[in-house]
């Protein structure tokens, strides 16, 4: 099993988002969050100066059998890409474990993957 998180624009959310339930993704996690990036500059819009520093971004969380990693990630990659500084990152790390807490099961068959 494997987390996913990624670290993604605000304005690709929604597509990202249908295109993860469009590839059987049926469950995943997602917060915003707020982030410090490389850019430091100021800018003014309609008279007001603001700083460019805090970087508002969505946070998705993807808990899945190892086999469905790599279409995830594909999907992710090919949706949330602008070309742009600032498109984002893709985590995945190694899961130990997952417990259902309804039934008390536990591993990778708790997980209703699709594929």
């Known amino acids: 099993m494997k987390k996913i998180e990624a670290i993604i624009r605000k304005t690709k959310f929604e ?3 249908e295109a993860l339930l469009s590839s059987d993704i049926d469950w995943f996690e997602y917060h ?5 990036g490389q850019s430091r500059q100021e800018r003014v819009y309609r008279g007001v100066q603001y700083s460019t520093d805090v970087i508002e971004r969505v946070a998705i969380t993807i808990v899945c059998r190892d086999m ?5 990630i594909k999907v992710i990659l090919s949706v949330a890409h602008t070309g742009e500084v ?3 990152r893709i985590f995945v790390s190694d899961m ?5 807490i309804r039934t008390g ?6 997980l209703r993957d699709k594929k």
């Open 15 to 17: 597509e990202v988002k």
């Open 32 to 36: 915003d969050v707020h982030g410090i």
């Open 68 to 72: 469905i990693v790599e279409p995830t």
């Open 86 to 88: 600032g498109d984002g």
């Open 96 to 100: 130990i474990d997952v417990y259902s």
């Open 105 to 110: 099961e536990n591993g990778d068959t708790v």
